[in-house]
């Protein structure tokens, strides 16, 4: 079944170990989750020797258990769950990971953008059946919200505040009533949630002033903060777990050498770091320079082996996908990026050796093709 989806959601790809993992949980589970706390948790970051399983399960998001575990308390306490963090730190992935587990369907999804309108979050009608037989329930469309409310489901908010506050402050009375009412209708008017349901809600900090949220809604969801990561160790998981589905995905036969990824590390370390000690955004990569950023990075290059190259991932093809990715600005991306070629690359290639002399060859290239 996955095989004819370009990206299957978690509860389908994770399908046979969510029915093992609801088979031998015998634990209490709030509302009507299909899996305990416990097991949720053990889901979403992997099994250990210590709790005794007889079935490996592997590790799906990269973080602190901490914030997992009060992420998985939150929802527990019906209340309004909110991840916020900076881009690529992984909040939509834990979303749905979250979703999958507790309810086994992470779908139902309100995108916030500036055209999300109230309709997105309560329910909308189908003109023709309206014309047709008047308003009822069955001529009335339901939002994903409203569905997860009538199914007692998890129901999720991707980027809440890109929406206006129009639409922020609709879901104030969802969060803390817990029903929508339906003016036009005079029987069955109102749709009341079902024990289970809540909501996951992302938010990105650096979209901090585009459509602030009210402390009305603020005191109706709890706050977790994804951070950056910053362990070399834990981003190399990451972008190694990434990397092998990706290949997974595309059939694809081809290693990558650990060296290069050491070298990708590396690169955004230290473009990090100067981007941390930049005076002004001029100075400053536009990229977030995020892990979500180097799986793309390193995605790019695996695809333009594949098909382009000799099959084998070389550095210079590594290279040219990172000065393609993050020059997104001419010229100031262009000069940072031929500055930290210049001042870094250069005499670590000589240091160094191994794959960074390809590299800065690469990277000059592509700074020149792009120039």
């Known amino acids: 079944m996955t095989e004819a989806m370009l990206r299957a959601p978690a509860e389908t790809k994770y399908a046979d170990e969510l029915d093992w993992l609801e088979s031998v949980d015998d634990a209490p589970k709030p509302f009507s989750w299909r899996l305990s706390p416990r097991m949720v948790r053990l889901f979403v970051l992997g099994s250990e020797r210590s709790d005794g399983l007889d079935r490996d399960i592997p590790q799906k998001w990269f973080g602190d ?89 998890i129901g999720r908010f991707e980027e809440l505040t890109r929406s206006t506050s129009d639409v922020q402050d609709a879901l104030i009375s969802i969060l803390s009533e817990k029903y929508v009412s339906i003016p036009e209708l005079d029987t ?23 459509n602030d949220l009210s402390s009305a809604l603020k005191r109706r969801f709890n706050f977790v903060r994804i951070p950056v990561v910053t362990s070399k160790r834990s981003e190399a ?6 990397t092998t ?45 995020s892990t979500a950023e180097q799986i793309g990075v390193l995605e790019d290059a695996i695809l333009h082996s594949q098909f382009f190259g000799e099959g084998t991932l070389r550095a210079e093809t590594l290279a040219g996908s990172l000065v393609g990715s993050l020059a997104r600005r001419s ?8 500055k930290y070629w210049h001042a870094v690359v250069e005499p670590r290639s000589t240091s160094a050796g191994g794959p960074w002399p390809a590299f800065l060859d690469g990277g000059r290239q592509a700074i020149a093709t792009l120039s």
């Open 331 to 338: 010229p100031e991306d262009l000069a940072i990026l031929n």
């Open 188 to 210: 069955d008017s109102i749709v009341f949630a079902q024990p289970g349901f809540s909501i996951i809600a992302t938010a990105n900090s650096r979209d901090r002033g585009v």
């Open 65 to 153: 258990r901490s914030l997992v575990e009060r992420s998985i308390v939150t929802l527990a306490s019906d209340r309004g769950l909110l991840l916020i963090g900076d881009p690529g730190t992984g909040k939509s992935w834990l979303a749905e990971l979250l979703a999958a587990a507790i309810c086994r369907n992470s779908t139902l999804v309100v995108q916030g953008t500036a055209g999300t309108t109230e309709d997105h979050i309560k329910y909308s009608w189908n003109v023709s059946m309206v014309i047709a037989r008047g308003q009822s329930r069955e001529s009335m469309i339901a939002s994903p919200i409203m569905t997860a409310m009538e199914e007692g489901v």
């Open 237 to 242: 998981e990451i972008v190694r777990f990434r």
């Open 245 to 289: 589905e990706l290949l997974h995905r595309h059939r694809i036969e081809l290693d990558v050498p650990p060296t290069l990824l050491d070298i990708l590390l590396e690169s955004f370390a230290d473009l990090r770091a100067a981007a941390a000690a930049a005076s002004s955004d001029d100075e400053r990569l536009e990229s977030a320079l």
